[in-house]
T-cell receptor, first 114, second 116 residues
């Protein structure tokens, strides 16, 4: 069963604007980490941001931030001041089964336009 | 640190041939993961190791697939015999373990496998 859902197959944002990518997950773990990865055309999987579930404060990394709602099991990624280099596939990942294993969503393809 | 190293980067082979993919994890990492990425199925976990021991191989699609980790700095994923439907990008990733779960998984550049 799919435990990580990214409901937006594609998104588009203008340069310098803000975009939010959504993700919902399902895990039975109590302490865990959630991740957003970026995969540009080079296909390299690059960590964007990580959220520790036991922390109420949303993680922030420069122009990237998350809106983490533990009760709703929602973990969205906000990209501010979008740049052309942000164009990529973005994958959300959460633990499944055990905290050691991650399940990845199907990805959201982000286009950045001038 | 050099990051996770995978070889080869590209592999083209004919159906029925044996294929061996190689991975060197980041030094000191406890976990090693093998993933397969296809358009149809996305990113799938095949198998993972903890301290060189296979923990969960439930994602390995068939007996044609096998993986080993003879030491902390090397792992292989072997497909024998290979079939066209095995064509995909295979990623290796490694991570540490933390009290709250595994730390960030760091991915290698992937091996693009094409089976003709």
């Amino acid at each position: 069963a799919q435990t990580v859902t990214q409901s937006q197959p594609e998104m588009s944002v203008q340069e310098a604007e803000t975009v939010t990518l959504s993700c919902t997950y399902d895990t039975s773990e109590s302490d865990y980490y959630l991740f957003w990865y970026k995969q540009p055309p080079s296909r390299q999987m690059i960590l964007v941001i990580r959220q520790e579930a036991y922390k109420q404060q949303n993680a922030t990394e420069n122009r990237f931030s998350v809106n983490f709602q533990k009760a709703a099991k929602s973990f969205s990624l906000k990209i501010s001041d979008s740049q052309l280099g942000d164009a990529a596939m973005y994958f959300c990942a959460s633990p499944t089964g055990t905290a050691s294993k991650l399940t990845f969503g199907t990805g959201t393809r982000l286009q950045v336009t001038l | 640190d050099a990051g996770v190293i995978q070889s080869p980067r590209h592999e083209v082979t004919e159906m029925g041939q044996e294929v061996t993919l190689r991975c060197k994890p980041i030094s000191g990492h406890d976990y090693l993961f093998w993933y397969r990425q296809t358009m149809m199925r996305g990113l799938e976990l095949l198998i993972y190791f903890n301290n060189n021991v296979p923990i969960d191989d439930s994602g390995m699609p068939e007996d044609r697939f096998s993986a080993k980790m003879p030491n902390a700095s090397f792992s292989t994923l072997k497909i024998q015999p290979s079939e066209p439907r095995d064509s995909a990008v295979y990623f290796c990733a490694s991570s540490l373990v933390l009290a709250g779960g595994t730390d960030t998984q760091y991915f290698g550049p992937g091996t693009r496998l094409t089976v003709l």
